[in-house]
């Protein structure tokens, strides 16, 4: 289970100074292989990004990803294989359901369904993964702080 | 099995807006293998709803518990301490767990998580289809084993109707014309001079349009 510091997040994002803070599951057989590479050759990508490596994302369960938004992460990556290409035949098509009913719920709640995007990589391709990395952050920045980040949660308790 | 669906978690977090302490109880037995009211979908509808709430400005408390079963005491005895604990207890049972639970705790308000729909079974994963009615009086030994009382939507006992397209029922859908798969499978089992048997007006008296049904096995009481 993620495990992130409430104080951290709040200390490390002030409102002033806020920063999309976004976690990304990443399947080991494709994405993680491929942040790797793209590690090993030297690509940048922002720092917003932490990883999570795991077997499969059709391993990923529903309450991971809720967890992590209950704990008040600005986003969610989640980065499968190709489809097709799944080392276990079909765990990325079904996290790819998965991810749909998340950012049903999402929205509906009031979080946003454009804090949560899967996307399909293969282990070779890493500036694909840098690219799809940039993406989520600037998308998760135009959205602002999630409405359950602890520093906006402060910011509204100011308010009268 | 008895298949529900879940509501929706506006719904479901506008019937606890009143309450601050609540106890999500789950069923372990026909809303777990429906996918509606198990251990896995209690847990996400309470990150849900406490993540609605938390962004109104309004944390609520939930623990969750699991039961094997919300329609017998026995079972129930288990969430009794939680229970005491929390001012309202939603059931992810089906409408007898909801009646079950707020018999045995009647000072508590007790709220439907799940709509229940029908007794059914599962046709493929995650496809669940209505196969009965309940009525109390079964006519499948007549019709090859194939309810035209629940799956014929005229719920014609002397059918078919005469509507049907091919094997498809005229109400749509997509649904087959239970009358044609009644044929079917008396044909296959050598059993279509069934059908020149005209059955009689079905006695709705052992059905819910009676009133509320009890049964008393008498050689089981202890």
């Not at chain 1, 499969?56 to 499968?80: P, W």
């Not at chain 1, 990589?121 to 990395?133: I, Y």
């Not at chain 2, 998580?113 to 029908?118: G, H, K, S, V, Y």
Request: proline residues 6%; aromatic residues 6%; contains cysteine.
């Amino acid at each position: 289970m993620i495990q992130l510091d409430r104080e951290e997040i709040a200390t490390a994002a002030p409102a002033a100074r806020w920063e999309p803070r976004i976690i990304a599951f990443c399947c080991n057989y494709c994405a993680y292989a491929a942040a790797d590479l793209a590690g090993s050759k030297r690509m940048q990508y922002p720092a917003n990004v932490r990883i999570i490596h795991t077997p499969c994302t059709g391993k990923i369960e529903v309450e991971h990803i809720l967890d992590a938004f209950e704990r008040g992460i600005d986003g969610v990556l989640v980065a499968g294989c190709l489809e097709g290409g799944c080392h276990f035949l079909e765990g990325n098509l079904r996290a790819r359901q998965h991810t749909g009913r998340i950012r049903e719920i999402l929205d509906e709640i009031g979080v946003g369904a454009g804090r949560l995007k899967m996307v399909n990589l293969s282990a070779a391709m890493a500036p694909a993964f840098v690219e799809r990395v940039e993406e989520i952050v600037e998308e998760v920045r135009a959205l602002g702080p999630s409405p359950l980040n602890p520093s906006r949660q402060k910011e509204s308790a100011g308010k009268p | 099995m008895i298949v529900a669906s879940p509501k929706s978690v506006t719904e479901l977090k506008n019937l606890i807006a009143p309450h601050s302490k609540v106890l999500f109880v789950g069923c372990g037995t026909c809303v777990t293998v429906c996918l509606a009211g198990g251990e896995r979908e209690v847990g996400i509808a309470s990150y849900a709803v406490r993540m609605a709430r938390k962004i109104e400005g309004k944390p609520i408390e939930l623990t969750q518990i699991t039961i094997e079963r919300q329609c017998e005491n026995e079972f129930i005895k288990d969430m009794a301490e939680p229970a005491s604990k929390a001012e309202a207890i939603v059931s992810f049972g089906c409408g007898a767990g909801v009646q079950a639970l707020a018999e045995r705790f009647p000072g508590k308000p007790v709220y439907p998580a799940l709509n229940t729909q029908f007794l059914g079974i599962l046709e493929e994963q995650a496809v669940w289809t209505e196969k009965c009615l309940g009525c109390g009086d079964c006519v499948l030994a007549q019709f090859g084993g194939i309810c035209p009382v629940t799956r014929c939507a005229k719920r014609l006992l002397n059918g078919p109707c005469g509507g049907s397209t091919e094997t498809q029922c005229e109400v749509g859908d997509g649904r087959p014309c239970a009358w044609q798969l009644i044929y079917n499978r008396l044909k296959g089992i050598n059993q279509l001079d069934r059908l020149e048997a005209i059955v009689p007006p079905k006695d709705w008296s052992p059905s819910w349009h009676g009133s509320p049904r009890k049964i008393v096995r008498e050689e089981h009481r202890v």
